[in-house]
């Protein structure tokens, strides 16, 4: 029951603290002993009627000691007034997670550090938590967060909603690390990434309901975890065309199409929406590659990006054959990018070019992060 | 809280700009430094007027590195807080003429 409070509360009270203390370490950290003072409580008194008010009561009583411990805070002490310990203020405690989301992913922070201090603040995960998800050490991460945290306070970070003019791009910068988020992949319980930045965009479509293209990422998210039980199978990288259509959830299909339907409606023609019809066209069976291959020149025109012009190829092996595909893969500057690699072996095997594919294979194995997908490619490798 | 607007130019980037584009671009940079928020401004003169001293007495004709972008000004500024400062930078015309500006926070004195 607390662990249930805890996921759903944690955010919502560490706003509240950087509204009133204005200092994230120090809402973070009173945040948590208020979690930790209800995890002994609450048990033996009962949990209380409104567990918001009570935990942000805690949280503020916490942090102005957190305060007066540290003499530079000595004039942010002096502005606070003590706090009323009252359940009345529940209608007064402001939803202010939209300002700390928007803190958390400000294009002046790295772009690790945004995402590190958006599952921190706004996930709730340990900082353990977050390092393991993204491989590197407790102590990597507990630095890259106080680094992000110094930059915030000494250079000024606001804790606001930006104005109308810049919210439209501080919101691709939200949508950026969310969509980093869930591409960093699954992991279990709360370093469940995947899972975790679904949540977090619902919450975001929750608090900026006018922007739809958040909805639209919404339905890329969930088209693409409806494939998670086919994507791997012996360890092995499944890829697309070969999954097991049986082991999709349905569930999240009919959900992401839904998604994608309002927000589409409401006339979401970004990146998001565009992979994320995309996606859909690819749960059907035969997949309709023609506009598959319509969406990605889309695609490609909206963002110029190579690697959109790497899959925009695939669907063109699709409709125009692999030669097609191979002229203009080798027409891309993407360097060492190990798809590249990997998209080429394909397309030289499918041409029956078993030398230059072999290669190819080869070079995208060197260039693999996961054993699923080094499987997969030396299978491929070995049977070409 | 205060900040330095730092602000980098690219080399040529007013090359062929006639006296009309200068005097409108010399305009843009005066209302910035008219801006409330502003508390001062200098323009420096170019890279060849520019002497480099290092340890060793050792002095070089010229800027001190050699960079894509010159260093041509500053303004320091009272924002409110970051966006603040952002939003008075972006009318730095340097920004869309190849340049760019460093906004650093002033190092404050605790009192």
Same mark, same amino acid.
Not at chain 1, 238 to 262: C, K, M, S, Y
Not at chain 1, 338 to 343: F, I
């Given at each position: 029951m607390i662990s249930e409070v805890f996921r759903a509360e944690w955010s919502r009270i560490v706003a509240t603290l950087v509204g009133f203390c204005g200092d994230l370490h120090v809402a973070e950290d009173a945040a948590q002993e208020a979690f930790a003072i209800a995890a002994r409580r609450w048990p033996v008194d009962g949990v209380p009627e409104v567990p918001r008010a009570w935990l942000v009561t805690t949280a503020r009583n916490r942090a102005i000691d957190l305060l007066r411990r540290e003499?530079?805070? #000595?004039? !942010? +002490?002096?502005?606070?007034?003590?706090?009323?310990?009252?359940?009345?203020?529940?209608?007064?405690?402001?939803?202010? $997670?939209?300002?700390l989301i928007f803190l958390c992913c400000h294009p002046a922070l790295a772009p690790e550090?945004?995402?590190? +201090?958006?599952?921190?603040?706004? /996930? /709730? +995960?340990?900082?353990?938590?977050? #390092? $393991?998800?993204? @491989?590197?050490?407790?102590? =990597?991460? !507990?630095r890259r967060l106080t680094r992000a945290r110094t930059k915030v306070r000494d250079a000024g970070i606001p804790f606001r909603v930006p104005d109308e003019e810049v919210l439209p791009e501080r919101l691709d910068t939200v949508l950026a690390v969310l969509y980093l988020v869930f591409n960093q992949g699954w992991g279990d319980g709360r370093t469940d990434l995947a899972a975790e930045s679904i949540r977090l965009t619902a919450v975001l479509d929750e608090l900026l309901p006018a922007h739809p293209e958040i909805g639209a990422l919404r339905a890329l998210m969930l088209l693409h975890d409806s494939r998670r039980a086919a994507r791997i199978r012996d360890g092995a990288?499944?890829?697309?065309?070969?999954?097991?259509?049986? @082991?999709?959830? /349905?569930?999240?299909?009919? #959900?992401? $199409?839904? @998604?994608?339907?309002?927000? +589409?409606?409401r006339g979401a023609r970004g990146p998001y929406a565009l992979q994320a019809a995309i996606a859909e066209l690819q749960t059907a069976d035969p997949i309709d590659w023609v506009e598959v291959r319509r969406l990605y020149d889309t695609l490609l025109d909206l963002t110029g990006s190579p690697v959109v012009a790497l899959n925009r190829a695939v669907a063109v092996a699709e409709t125009d054959g692999p030669a097609a595909a191979l002229a203009l893969v080798d027409g891309l500057d993407l360097g060492d990018y190990?798809?590249?690699?990997? =998209?080429r072996a394909e397309l030289l095997r499918r041409l029956g070019d078993r030398d230059a594919a072999r290669a190819a294979y080869d070079r995208a194995i060197e260039l693999t992060t996961t054993d699923a997908e080094r499987r997969f490619l030396a299978h491929r490798r070995d049977c070409s | 809280m205060r900040y330095a607007l730092l602000i980098n130019e690219r080399p040529g980037s007013y090359d062929g700009f006639d006296d009309a584009q200068l005097a409108a671009l010399t305009a843009e940079y005066m209302a910035v430094r008219n801006d409330p928020r502003v508390l001062h401004g200098e323009r420096l003169q170019p890279a060849s007027t520019a002497t480099t001293l290092r340890a060793g007495g050792l002095l070089t004709d010229g800027p001190?590195?050699?960079?894509?972008?010159?260093?041509?000004?500053f303004f320091l500024v009272e924002a409110p807080d970051l966006d603040a400062a952002l939003e008075l930078a972006d009318r730095i015309p340097a920004v869309r003429l190849g340049g760019s500006v460093e906004i650093r926070p002033l190092a404050e004195h605790y009192r």
């Open positions: 003499q530079r805070h #000595a004039d !942010k +002490l002096r502005q606070l007034e003590p706090p009323q310990p009252a359940v009345e203020e529940v209608s007064v405690i402001a939803d202010e $997670r939209l300002e550090a945004r995402v590190a +201090l958006t599952l921190r603040a706004l /996930g /709730g +995960l340990e900082t353990a938590e977050i #390092a $393991r998800a993204f @491989l590197v050490t407790e102590e =990597t991460m !507990k990288i499944v890829p697309l065309a070969e999954q097991d259509r049986a @082991l999709w959830d /349905g569930e999240r299909i009919v #959900a992401g $199409r839904a @998604l994608l339907d309002h927000a +589409l409606a190990r798809y590249l690699h990997s =998209t | 001190f590195a050699d960079t894509k972008e010159v260093f041509g000004g």
